[in-house]
């Protein structure tokens, strides 16, 4: 396993001062999120101007890319054909995984489903696979939902995300059946009543997260992925989750 960042850590930035930033963090290795909300690299770009989308997203500073993290903000057929550019820039810049959202809760399975099986139909003659993320008031947040997705789709598995699953309301919260889903991991600190804190604040033990990830076999990224908040140094909070990462590997 080994420790990344996000560029939607930082979603005021351009794409190319977010590489920087995490440069100058000491990462090695980055997630960009691909977000119609951003002026980063959204999705709607990608379709309109491949090639440089393409370009720009190789200018990493020689920082290697382990996933994207896709955020579509349309529905239909425009959200497949975004879909179906972004696992071309994927297979293009060598990259597995992709992360999706899940649908809000209470919405149809089967319609998850089907759902599902076109993302999966689109990456599979690229080499993509999907993590479906795990997150709060989606139904990625009941994990056994999650593993019946999982089970139904083949190229479908999980972007574990634990803090979704500390803080969720919900009776269910043991993910420990869905780690053999895991495809890419998200994390930040996290209290039961609060989705993010400072780090070494909170309640997530990473040192046991990363005990159970090794004894599934994942071996890919741990991504750090935080929202800003106007107290928190973004900066100062990814090096030290950085640096108490780095010392549990």
């Known amino acids: ?34 977000n119609d909300r ?12 491949f090639d440089e989308m393409l370009r720009i997203v190789r200018d990493t500073h020689r920082l290697d890319i382990c996933s994207y993290n896709v955020k579509i903000d349309v529905t239909g057929d425009g ?8 696992c071309d820039l994927a297979k293009a810049t060598k990259v597995v995984t992709l992360t999706v959202p899940s649908a809000e809760h209470g919405s ?9 099986q076109k993302l999966a139909e689109i990456g599979y003659s690229r080499g993509v696979r999907i993590g479906l993320k795990s997150q709060i008031g ?19 598995g999980l972007t574990l995300d634990p803090s979704h699953y500390l803080c969720s309301t919900g009776k269910n919260k043991n993910y420990e059946k869905l780690l053999k889903y895991v495809f890419h991991v998200h994390l930040r600190d996290s ?7 400072r780090v070494g604040q909170g309640e997530i033990d ?20 935080m929202t800003p908040e106007a107290d928190l140094d973004m900066r100062q909070e990814l090096r030290k989750l950085r640096l108490l990462l780095d010392s549990l590997l």
């Open 191 to 197: 209290k039961k009543d609060k989705l993010q804190v």
């Open 79 to 86: 959200y497949y054909e975004r879909f179906e550019k972004i």
């Open 1 to 34: 396993m080994y420790v990344a960042a996000s560029t939607g850590c930082f979603p005021e930035l351009s794409f190319i001062e977010a590489i920087e930033v995490l440069g100058d963090l000491e990462f090695t290795t980055v997630e960009i999120e691909l």
């Open 206 to 225: 990473y040192s046991r997260l990363i005990t159970q990830l090794q004894n599934a076999g994942y071996q890919q990224a741990l991504s750090i992925e």
């Open 38 to 49: 951003t002026d980063q690299i959204p999705p709607r770009r990608i379709v309109e101007e």
């Open 108 to 116: 149809p399975f089967n319609q998850e489903v089907e759902h599902l």
């Open 138 to 156: 989606c139904l990625s947040e009941d994990p056994d939902t999650v593993k019946n997705l999982c089970d139904y789709v083949p190229g479908v």
